[in-house]
């Protein structure tokens, strides 16, 4: 289930009771749980099990990265490598173009620009992050066979071992936030947002605001400011704000934060993720990505990036 869904499917049962007394209240307490409906929502009568059945069935978010598998599209990629002074150390700037054609992709490059020991002595990518970033949009050697089918899809650590597996785990918490990330040292059920056991530690809003020329619905998650620090150790994902379309329901941007610190572990880092139509299709069409992350054996690593993608081609 979407962990949208999850959270709110729980709450609605007790919005039926609740809303026809506090109709005028932003504030509605669900089972001990604050549930903001701006002024807005309020005075739209929003159809919040109508609200609750589309946020549970919406797979766009996944679907939009995984459409990269079956279109063509150009690429402007910036990747930054910082030393503990925050001063650029290693950096790539690239324009690429993905061709499809019968099935298969490939990345073709156009321009690159390097700075700084990005590559290593055999050619490969010396950052991690640099090599997730090419995990999720290059594909140096021609790749067929692949859809963008969702339904059915998880993620899984099985078989992975060393970086691969580390690279898994990050690829978890960009498209599946709020979800178990398994095999992280003492994290445990921490990153489970929706999660009943995590929920109290969180704010919850539905709101409508314009975004880009047009009204969408604003579904926001933020850890609560008066936690307690034995609460706050539990907190991984500090906060998340979605936009639906007001019309069809599909998610048109994703932001959020997350913070982990268990010594040999950790990570902190911020996503944004801008999607838009183009065709039948819903794409992402601009990624940024501000974060360091650690593990062991492996040197703390300072990282942002910008994706831009544009130029999109139906495959041949």
């Given amino acids: 289930m979407n962990p949208f869904g999850t959270i709110l499917a729980f709450l609605i049962i007790h919005f039926s009771l609740i809303l026809p007394v506090q109709a005028q209240h932003k504030d509605s307490l669900a089972d001990g749980k604050v549930v903001t409906l701006s002024d807005v929502v309020v005075r739209k009568g929003m159809d919040v099990q109508g609200f609750i059945d589309r946020v549970r069935k919406d797979t766009s978010f996944y679907k939009a990265f995984r459409n990269l598998r079956v279109l063509g599209f150009t690429s402007l990629n910036d990747i930054r490598i910082f030393d503990p002074s925050h001063a650029v150390k290693a950096s790539l700037y690239s324009r690429t173009t993905q061709k499809v054609a019968h099935g298969c992709r490939k990345t073709e490059k156009i321009s690159e620009q390097i700075n700084g020991n990005f590559y290593d002595d055999d050619g490969g990518y010396r950052y991690y992050t640099a090599e997730l970033y090419a995990g999720l949009f290059f594909a140096w050697d021609t ?174």
């Fill in 143 to 316: 790749i067929c066979g692949e859809t963008n089918i969702v339904n059915g899809m998880q993620r899984s650590l099985r078989g992975k071992k060393g970086l691969d597996r580390h690279k898994e785990q990050l690829k978890m918490l960009f498209f599946d936030p709020g979800q178990p990330i398994p095999g992280i040292p003492l994290m445990g059920n921490k990153a489970a947002l929706f999660d009943p056991t995590n929920s109290e530690l969180y704010d919850f809003t539905i709101d409508i605001e314009e975004y880009q020329g047009s009204a969408c619905y604003v579904f926001d998650v933020k850890a609560r400011d008066d936690l307690k620090p034995s609460q706050r150790d539990n907190v991984v994902i500090d906060g998340m704000k979605t936009r639906f379309d007001y019309t069809s329901f599909q998610v048109l941007s994703r932001q959020y934060r997350m913070s982990y610190d268990a010594g040999l572990y950790h990570f902190q880092v911020q996503m944004e993720v801008e999607l838009a139509p183009w065709g039948k299709y819903l794409v992402p069409h601009l990624i940024r990505y501000t974060g360091d992350w650690g593990v062991l054996f492996r040197k703390k690593e300072d990282a942002v990036f910008t994706a831009t993608l544009f130029d999109f081609e139906e495959p041949k």
